[in-house]
């Protein structure tokens, strides 16, 4: 299985502040047609996931731009560039490109 | 609009066969590109894929509970369907069922639908 580690595993910010995720691969994400399989999820308390962030860096539909993807190969990185108080709640990365898999989850809460 | 219900016994013995439903609108699982997939989450854990099945009735499982599952549709009646055999205690959770794009984006979730597995 391809394990995919989150750091860090809860993260205190202040509204405004710009955070990073980091998720690493235990294998390469890029498939043999050039495409990297991997996504970003957000769990808000008590509700069930919802997409932010699909192949790497393309934010889903009616996601604000503050949120944004990056990364290549096995390191990949969410950045939140001005939290809000609607962005709390668990991150997900997830890759699809080998048997799918999700990362430990990343708490974001108020510092 | 596009949205999800999953529907499921609720409480089950260890042993018995789990069999969930997700009945969805605003799409059609006979549209290409249109996928649907399980997942589900222990109360307080992470998430853990299970199944897809697609459009053209193509399916992938969770390499570690492949024995254990079988991803059907309906496609008439807009609905998939998700069954794991032998069930214990470990498999107590939330399941989600979520609407899926090729390239494999899981865009709409269900509420999820909560599973016991208790003696």
């Known amino acids: 299985d391809v394990v995919l580690t989150q750091t860090p595993s809860t993260l205190s910010a202040t509204i405004g502040q710009s955070v990073s995720i980091s998720c690493r691969s235990s294998q390469s994400l890029l498939d043999s047609a050039g495409n990297t399989y991997l996504y970003w999820y957000l769990q808000r308390p008590g509700q069930s996931p919802q997409l932010l962030i699909y192949l790497v860096s393309n934010l889903g539909s009616g996601v604000p731009n503050r949120f944004s993807g990056s990364g290549s190969g096995t390191d990949f990185t969410l950045k939140i560039s001005g939290v809000e108080a609607e962005d709390l709640g668990v991150y997900y990365c997830?890759?699809?490109?080998?048997?799918?898999?999700f990362g430990g989850g990343t708490k974001l809460e108020l510092k | 609009q596009v949205t999800l219900k999953e529907s499921g016994p609720g409480i089950l013995q260890p042993s018995q066969t789990l069999s969930l439903t997700c009945s969805f609108s605003?799409?059609?699982?006979?549209?290409?590109?249109?996928?649907v997939s399980w997942i589900r989450q222990p109360s307080g854990k992470g998430l853990e894929w299970l199944a897809t099945i697609c459009w053209e009735d193509s399916k992938g499982y969770n390499p570690s509970l492949k024995n254990r599952l079988t991803i059907s549709k309906d496609t008439s009646n807009n609905q998939a369907f998700l069954k794991i055999t032998s069930v214990d205690t470990a498999d107590t959770a939330i399941y989600y069922c979520?609407?899926?794009?090729?390239?494999?984006?899981?865009?709409?979730w269900g509420q999820g639908a909560s599973v016991t597995v208790s003696s």
């Open positions: 605003g799409f059609s699982l006979s549209t290409s590109g249109i996928c």
């Open positions: 979520a609407q899926t794009h090729i390239p494999y984006v899981m865009d709409a």
């Open positions: 997830m890759q699809a490109t080998h048997a799918w898999t």
